[in-house]
Every structure is written in C-alpha cells, then in structure tokens.
C-alpha cells in the first residue's frame, strides 16, 4: 500500500473516535470540534462570518467554498488570489489588534498556535468561537479538513479534499517509487527554515515532505524538533541540495538575494550544492495546507532533475485549479 494510503488509514480511527475532533451535534444548532490545542470547541450553526489569521487556514476555508464569508484575514492569506479582497485585520496569529477581533464579531475565528490562551479568552467572552489549528504536519490535514467541513456544513466538499489529496500524494509517491532509490542513493537535503542554520529533525511535517519525495534529511536525527545547526555540522554532512524555506510574500528578487548570501557562506562554499548549484529558495505556501503533493512533486524535481518523471508545474496548476477554480502563472514559487 502506498504512502500515502497507510497515511490515511492510520487516521481513519482517529477521524471516527474524536482523536482529532469528531462529536456529533444536531445539523443547525452547534457542532463541537477539538482543535490543535486538545481544546472542545462548540461552534454555533450556520456559520455566517469567519476571521482567519492564517493563510493556511485561509486555503482551507476557500477550497471548501467559503471565502465570501470570510470578512478579515491575515496579511500573509494572499492565496488564492481572490483572498485579497478580504481586508486585512492583523499581521498574523501572534499580534492582532483585539479591539478590531472584537468589532467585527465573527461567528468564527482561525488562527494558528501563536494565538495565546489569554486572547482565546476574552474572544469566548464576547461569544466568538475560536478554533487553534496547524496546517503545517500533513498527518492532521484529513481530519482538519473533515472538522471544517462539519463546522460549514460542507461535509461533501471535505470528502472531496481529502480524496484529492490522497489520488495526487499516491501519484507522487509512485513516481518517487519507480526511482527506486536505496538510502544511499537518496540525495542528501539540508533544509532552512526561517533564520540561519534553524532545521527541522524526524516527525516535522518538513522531515516528511523531504523524505516522501525522495531525500534525506540532513537533521533527521537531531535530538529536537527544530535544531540549529552549526556551519560544519552542515559542511560535514554535505549535502546535495539546500532548500531555503521563505514566506509566500517573498518577491522574486527577495529570493535571489537569499540564494545568493546562502552561496556565499563560507563553512558552505565546499558542499556539493553550492558548487553544483543546487541551492533553491521555497514558499512555504506549497507545503503549510492543501498544495503540498504538487511541493512534494516540486522537491522530488529537485533532488532528481533527470530523472523524476512528473511535471511538478503542471502538477501544482492541477491541484490549484481542482481547490480552487484559479491559477497564478506568474508567481514564482521556487527559485531558481
């Protein structure tokens, strides 16, 4: 059974005995979901107003149809385009205006992990549900979807998600499985987040993505989740490809200057990316919600250029017209 199929079956459990929030409630009235947090959230039925300050929850909620209820977002939900219609009401999950949260009184209200406890509160004081959630580990994607599906009552529409996801993850995995690679001949990925030498170990979404498209995680076996590795750490491990993680606001431009100061590190000067090249600048958008098989199938054209035999491009514009009716030809998502 392929990857992704074992994936989904290791959830199916959890899906249907609350683990990731299942509890049913009378169509109409409320639905009660458990969020990231462990927390039981009850969200009055219909929802009417969503604010979300993430944009891979922002995705979510626009590939289940149901952007025009969105009336604030984060400044980073810039995608699917037609996301920036929405006003801008904070920055992101970590720093939000409460005066503003509270005037708008949405029905319900998206954010990510950065959202502390202390504004949950007062948000639930004014009646807003507040749902915590991460899009980032590919593991929860099914039964988050599943949850947001149920709280819009778009049940259907969730079951079509998922379904998309698990068709497109198999037709990668397939491909990375006709390489047949062994461990040694896996090429050698060293992975940046967001600020110099800050990686990420076995159990990340990022190990998975890195490994189910066919490479090797230099950190894997750090002992934490997000380790920061040393210049010779690196260089010692030489890898064969660098993949720089970037925010999806990042121009063009802003991505070869980070190329190019990457290069020119010296403890990197001798590893076999920066000599062959093979240093790529990436946005996170294809890997923090509903994109990320068509950001497995572009790693996969990374670490193997002459040998990967999907079209990651045509991939990516797939997935994006079936989520959400659009696509961007224009913007750049890796670079080079």
Known sequence: MK???????????????????????????????????????RVGLPV??????????????AALGFAHRLIGRDSFSTFPPSLSRVPVTARN???????TLIALQADLLLADPMFDAGK????????????VESTSNPRRLPGLVENLGRVLQAEARAAELNALLLEL???????????NLGEEQRTAVYFESRRRGQSASEGSGHDYFIRTAGG???????????PLLS?????????????????????????????????????LKSTDAVLNGRVHIVKSDLFIALRYPAGMAYYAALFYP??????????????????????CPDETFIYP
Do not use: C
Not at 120 to 131: N, Y
Not at 169 to 179: G, I, Q
Not at 306 to 325: A, D
């Open 3 to 41: 990857l992704a199929a074992l994936m989904l079956v290791a959830l199916m459990p959890l899906l249907h005995a609350g683990g990731l929030g299942e509890k049913a409630a009378p169509a109409g009235q409320a639905v009660t979901v458990r969020d990231y947090l462990g927390r039981e959230v």
């Open 48 to 61: 009417q107003s969503i604010v979300s300050l993430n944009s891979g929850l922002s995705e979510i909620i």
């Open 93 to 99: 999950s970590s720093a939000p205006n409460m005066e």
């Open 120 to 131: 949950i509160a007062i948000l639930e004081k004014q009646g807003m549900a507040v749902i």
């Open 169 to 179: 993850t198999d037709r990668v995995s397939a491909a990375v499985d006709a390489l």
């Open 216 to 226: 090797r995680n230099i950190a894997a076996a750090q002992p934490v989740e997000y």
């Open 231 to 267: 210049g010779e750490f690196i260089a010692m491990a030489n890898p064969g490809v660098i993949i720089r993680r970037v925010s999806g606001d990042a121009s063009r431009k802003e991505m070869a200057a980070m190329r190019e100061e990457i290069m020119g590190r010296p403890s």
């Open 306 to 327: 002459n040998t990967f035999s999907l079209n990651p491009v045509k991939l990516h514009e797939e997935i994006t017209q079936k989520l959400f009716g659009e696509w």
